[in-house]
């Protein structure tokens, strides 16, 4: 008989990449979806807030052009403005989205409940803490700044900006693997609160974890939310943990505070030699 043999890693989690808006910071990922919402308003062509968080986890340009390309914002356009949205509008509407979301981006900077302890418990194990966002640059530094007053660090920040491919594709997980020294993809966990977001991480190979209450799924701001009668909550929590669940997510929990029980198990089935 021939036999070949099978390499499996069996080694620790190496590093946890969050994303930021709706999983670290900003409950309800409040804070693109208005901005969104009033650059379309200043073109004349209203959305609502579902048509504003659809494609939530992209970069934001390519963000504004989802929305722009959606048959029912096309029919609506084309009635205002008699042609349908160019790359020219789009590219305007970008510009337009840059200073209004700079400008209130500090209004939505508080942390979600347990962020800052699950990401020193985290620490606290040698594994390294790395994230990713669809906002560019500029805008990272006002998050990063504000979430640091709060004592929340990280490792490394790759913003949609900083690679040729935004979500759902890997580039921006792959980069903190690069730049975190870290050896292989199935020792990374990736957690997000978007669908493209948890497609991420399952492209560059890595467990993905969604977080199905505090981010775009459910889309209420923590305050909202725990406002909401019990069972309109029951609801929404069924609803957001579905599609996390039919994305292909390994894991979905309510919210970051939830972590630590699914990275203990993710490190067992490790050190079982199972991959993600
Ligand atoms: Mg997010």
Known sequence: MTYAYRRTYRGPI???????AGT??????????????????????????A???????????????????????RERWFKVHGSTPTEA????????????????????????????????????????????????????AVNI?????RGFTVDLTVCASDVPHGRPNP??????????????????VKVDDTLTGIEEGLNAGMWSIGVAISGNEVGLSHAEWLALQAPDQA???????????QCGAHYVVDSIA?????????TARLARGERP
């Open 89 to 140: 509008d789009v590219d305007r509407m970008y510009a337009a989205f840059i200073p209004l979301q700079l400008d209130c981006l500090s209004q939505y900077s508080d942390l979600i409940p347990g962020a800052l302890e699950t990401v020193n418990t985290l620490k606290g194990r040698g594994i390294k803490i790395g994230s990713s966002s669809g906002y560019n640059t500029e805008m990272m």
């Open 235 to 245: 609801r929404a929590r069924a609803r957001a943990y579905a599609r996390m669940q």
């Open 24 to 49: 670290t910071m900003d409950f309800g990922c409040v804070a693109p979806a208005v901005v969104f919402i009033e650059v379309f308003k200043r073109e004349g062509v209203p959305i609502d807030m």
């Open 171 to 188: 580039d921006m997980c792959l980069l903190n693997v690069m730049k975190l020294g870290i050896t292989t993809v199935e020792a990374c």
């Open 258 to 266: 939830d972590l630590m029980p699914c990275i203990d198990d993710i």
């Open 51 to 73: 048509e504003a968080r659809g494609p939530m986890g992209a970069a934001k340009r390519a963000h504004i052009a989802q929305i722009a390309a959606m048959p029912s914002v």
């Open 145 to 149: 700044r504000d979430t640091a007053r």
């Open 14 to 20: 190496q590093a946890v990449i969050f994303d930021w």
